[in-house]
Nanobody
Protein backbone atom coordinates (compact mmCIF):
# COMPACT_ATOMS: atom_id res chain seq x y z
CA UNK A 1 0.00 0.00 0.00
CA UNK A 2 1.10 3.56 -0.71
CA UNK A 3 1.80 5.53 2.44
CA UNK A 4 2.98 9.10 2.97
CA UNK A 5 3.40 10.04 6.62
CA UNK A 6 4.26 13.61 7.54
CA UNK A 7 5.86 14.67 10.80
CA UNK A 8 7.67 17.62 12.33
CA UNK A 9 4.83 20.10 12.64
CA UNK A 10 4.77 22.25 15.75
CA UNK A 11 3.78 25.59 17.24
CA UNK A 12 6.61 28.12 16.99
CA UNK A 13 7.21 31.83 17.26
CA UNK A 14 7.68 34.16 14.31
CA UNK A 15 11.17 33.96 12.88
CA UNK A 16 11.90 30.44 14.08
CA UNK A 17 12.59 27.35 11.97
CA UNK A 18 11.04 23.92 11.54
CA UNK A 19 11.87 20.89 9.43
CA UNK A 20 9.05 18.74 8.18
CA UNK A 21 9.55 15.13 7.09
CA UNK A 22 7.48 12.83 4.92
CA UNK A 23 8.23 9.12 5.13
CA UNK A 24 7.15 7.26 2.01
CA UNK A 25 6.47 3.62 1.19
CA UNK A 26 4.67 1.62 -1.46
CA UNK A 27 6.14 3.16 -4.60
CA UNK A 28 9.62 3.86 -6.04
CA UNK A 29 10.26 7.12 -4.21
CA UNK A 30 13.38 8.11 -6.15
CA UNK A 31 11.55 8.13 -9.47
CA UNK A 32 8.59 10.24 -8.36
CA UNK A 33 7.89 13.95 -8.31
CA UNK A 34 7.37 14.93 -4.67
CA UNK A 35 5.77 18.06 -3.32
CA UNK A 36 4.71 19.95 -0.24
CA UNK A 37 1.35 21.68 -0.13
CA UNK A 38 -0.43 23.55 2.63
CA UNK A 39 -3.93 24.53 3.63
CA UNK A 40 -4.78 27.28 6.07
CA UNK A 41 -8.17 27.42 7.79
CA UNK A 42 -10.81 28.71 5.42
CA UNK A 43 -8.44 28.73 2.45
CA UNK A 44 -7.76 26.46 -0.48
CA UNK A 45 -4.83 24.08 -0.47
CA UNK A 46 -1.83 25.63 -2.21
CA UNK A 47 1.52 24.50 -3.51
CA UNK A 48 4.66 25.22 -1.52
CA UNK A 49 7.60 23.38 -3.07
CA UNK A 50 8.30 20.45 -5.36
CA UNK A 51 11.34 18.31 -6.14
CA UNK A 52 11.50 15.94 -9.08
CA UNK A 53 13.37 12.70 -9.62
CA UNK A 54 16.41 14.60 -10.90
CA UNK A 55 16.46 16.90 -7.88
CA UNK A 56 15.14 19.96 -9.68
CA UNK A 57 13.10 22.18 -7.42
CA UNK A 58 10.18 24.55 -7.80
CA UNK A 59 9.04 26.99 -5.12
CA UNK A 60 6.01 29.16 -4.65
CA UNK A 61 6.90 32.85 -4.56
CA UNK A 62 5.67 33.21 -0.99
CA UNK A 63 8.29 30.78 0.35
CA UNK A 64 11.26 31.43 -1.95
CA UNK A 65 14.40 32.16 -0.01
CA UNK A 66 12.91 30.86 3.25
CA UNK A 67 11.95 27.23 2.57
CA UNK A 68 14.10 24.45 1.13
CA UNK A 69 12.80 21.13 -0.17
CA UNK A 70 15.07 18.11 -0.24
CA UNK A 71 14.91 14.35 -0.24
CA UNK A 72 16.87 11.32 0.85
CA UNK A 73 16.31 8.53 -1.66
CA UNK A 74 18.07 5.97 0.55
CA UNK A 75 15.64 6.74 3.38
CA UNK A 76 12.56 7.28 1.17
CA UNK A 77 12.02 10.57 2.96
CA UNK A 78 11.07 14.02 1.78
CA UNK A 79 11.96 17.13 3.79
CA UNK A 80 10.92 20.74 4.00
CA UNK A 81 13.24 23.07 5.89
CA UNK A 82 11.29 26.17 6.85
CA UNK A 83 13.20 29.21 8.07
CA UNK A 84 12.07 32.71 9.03
CA UNK A 85 8.58 31.47 9.66
CA UNK A 86 5.72 33.98 9.55
CA UNK A 87 2.18 33.82 10.96
CA UNK A 88 0.88 33.49 7.40
CA UNK A 89 2.77 30.19 7.13
CA UNK A 90 0.32 28.70 9.63
CA UNK A 91 -1.37 25.76 7.94
CA UNK A 92 -1.68 22.03 7.68
CA UNK A 93 1.22 20.84 5.54
CA UNK A 94 0.81 17.86 3.24
CA UNK A 95 3.24 15.91 1.16
CA UNK A 96 2.15 14.59 -2.22
CA UNK A 97 3.54 12.38 -4.96
CA UNK A 98 3.04 11.58 -8.60
CA UNK A 99 5.15 9.75 -11.15
CA UNK A 100 5.42 12.74 -13.49
CA UNK A 101 4.15 16.27 -13.39
CA UNK A 102 4.80 18.63 -16.26
CA UNK A 103 7.15 21.42 -15.21
CA UNK A 104 4.66 24.27 -15.49
CA UNK A 105 2.08 22.53 -13.31
CA UNK A 106 4.18 21.24 -10.45
CA UNK A 107 2.50 23.38 -7.81
CA UNK A 108 -0.97 22.36 -8.97
CA UNK A 109 -2.46 19.98 -6.43
CA UNK A 110 -4.71 18.23 -8.94
CA UNK A 111 -1.60 16.80 -10.62
CA UNK A 112 -0.79 14.61 -7.63
CA UNK A 113 -2.33 11.20 -6.98
CA UNK A 114 -0.88 10.32 -3.57
CA UNK A 115 -1.28 12.39 -0.42
CA UNK A 116 -0.37 12.19 3.23
CA UNK A 117 -2.62 13.10 6.16
CA UNK A 118 -0.78 16.31 7.01
CA UNK A 119 1.14 17.85 9.88
CA UNK A 120 0.12 21.10 11.56
CA UNK A 121 2.39 24.14 11.62
CA UNK A 122 1.34 27.10 13.74
CA UNK A 123 3.34 30.32 13.82
CA UNK A 124 2.50 33.06 16.29
Amino acid sequence: DVQLVESGGDSVQTGRSLRLSCAVSGFPFSTYCMGWFRQAPGKEREGVAVIDSDGRTTYADYVKGRFTISKDNAQNTLYLQMNSLKPEDTAMYYCAADYWVVYGRRLVLLEYDYWGQGTQVTVS
